[in-house]
């Protein structure tokens, strides 16, 4: 018996050492399984990231472009308004001159609205005296910008003049128009005039009207 005992000692010790070497070995399998999840953690983060980032910039271009085409749009709609009234203003005649200039203050505001008279009396006379008829036409109109901004940088947009708000006016923008005129008097030959000017749109709740009128030399 004692014989059969000794020799099952170094047995259970065999078994013993072998668990205890599979100790170590386990423990390998785990952190390099651990490792490799954390990898793949850390990825899928960066990937999200950059994902939401990328949503975040996308987002932010196409506001951007979305502003600039509406500030287009808008631009373009004071531009027309100041031809139609400026089409109109050229086109007085001694036949339409009272429907023409009530046409014109109907469109104004502000201190050309309150000054009207005064602001058209050189135009008005002109037609009286002559008793001529015109023909006229816009050659050119565009927004006017500054020319010279010392703190722009090159290739940068230049800022759009604005002046001052008229009463319940959100916004004012100033506009350059070139036209010629026509003038045809009775015995005499057609005499072609040349105009220059500088009309003020401001939006009055959503309708746009002018505000301002100046003749340029």
């Given at each position: ?52 980032a ?16 509406g ?32 046409q ?21 006379q ?92």
């Amino acid at each position: 018996m004692a014989d059969r005992e000794r020799a099952e000692e170094p047995a259970q010790e065999d078994s013993a050492d072998d668990g205890e070497e599979a100790g170590p070995d386990s423990s390998r399998h785990e952190t390099s399984a651990g490792g490799m999840f954390s990898s793949y953690g850390i990825a899928s983060t960066v990937l999200g990231v950059v994902s939401v980032a990328a949503v975040v910039l996308g987002v932010m271009v196409w506001s951007a472009r979305r502003d600039d085409v509406g500030e287009r749009a808008y631009l373009t709609r004071v531009m027309r308004t100041a031809a139609e009234w400026t089409h109109v203003l050229i086109n007085m005649n001694a036949g339409n001159l009272d429907a023409s200039l009530q046409q014109l203050h109907d469109g104004t505001v502000g201190d050309l609205n309150s000054h009207f008279d005064a602001a058209v009396r050189p135009y008005r006379q002109v037609v009286e005296k002559l008793q001529t008829r015109s023909t006229g036409r816009v050659e050119a109109v565009a927004i006017d910008t500054v020319h010279r901004d010392p703190d722009a940088e090159p290739g940068t947009t230049r800022p759009v003049v604005t002046t001052k708000l008229p009463p319940f006016a959100t916004r004012t923008d100033s506009v350059m128009l070139v036209a010629t005129s026509v003038s045809e008097n009775a015995g005499t030959k057609p005499q072609t005039v040349h105009w220059n000017l500088r009309l003020d749109v401001s939006d009055v709740e959503g309708k746009l009207m002018i505000s301002g009128l100046e003749s340029i030399r």
